[in-house]
């Protein structure tokens, strides 16, 4: 396994978090961890893009960049979301850029012990990316302003790990478990 110089390991010893917010800009892979960890921790994945007011959906399909009062009530529906009752599953993942640190504040409010993890990396890494994915409302034109949002976690944000984008799905799987101190129920998907 890699080791990345900036990710903070989860401090806290004990008890392992439930709740894991999966965070950066469009296109880093968010959806693609939250479903490695979904299938190899046996726990509900949830994508924050799902929840967006239908106005949200219709402003960035028109490369509108959304503002703070277009992503508060989206960022409740996300903690409320997330917080919810967990039923058969262990714990919960959620992909949700969480750009700024405001934003990270609501959802920890709204969800108390949530953990977050930041796919970080360049805006050349992700371009191809974006430009790559087919049916999704974000268009590549509007990463810059995700750049633009994006406040990096404070190394004050304890309860937040940063690992590369670049990453396999797989290494960032075995990373992430190792990192909440969760053993994998199922092997991670085999996705690049």
């Known amino acids: 396994m890699s080791t990345y110089e900036t990710h903070r390991p989860l401090r806290t010893p004990a008890p392992p978090p439930k709740r894991l917010v999966i965070m950066g800009v469009s296109g880093c892979g968010k959806t693609s961890l939250a479903d490695g960890l979904g299938v190899a921790l ?3 994945v949830l994508d924050a893009d799902h ?3 239908a106005t949200n959906i219709e402003k960035m399909r028109q490369g509108i960049p959304l503002q703070d009062a277009d ?5 409740d529906a996300v903690a409320t979301s997330l917080a919810a009752p967990l039923g058969a599953s262990d714990g919960r ?3 949700c850029s969480a750009l700024k640190r405001v934003y990270r504040e609501t959802i920890r409010r709204g969800c108390p012990g949530t953990h977050f993890v930041f796919l970080e990396g360049t805006f050349e890494a992700v371009l191809p990316r974006l430009q790559a994915r087919a049916g999704h409302y974000m268009p590549a034109s509007l990463l810059q302003t995700q750049f633009a ?3 990096c976690p ?3 944000e304890h309860d937040v790990s940063t690992l590369p984008l670049t990453w396999p799905v797989a290494e960032l799987v075995a990373t992430v478990t ?8 199922a ?3 085999n996705q690049e």
């Open 42 to 44: 046996g726990w509900d």
């Open 51 to 53: 929840l967006h007011p």
């Open 71 to 75: 992503r508060w009530p989206w960022l």
């Open 93 to 95: 993942v959620v992909a």
């Open 149 to 151: 949002t994006l406040e």
């Open 154 to 156: 404070g190394t004050d």
């Open 178 to 185: 190792s990192l909440i101190g969760l053993p994998c129920q």
């Open 187 to 189: 092997a991670p998907l």
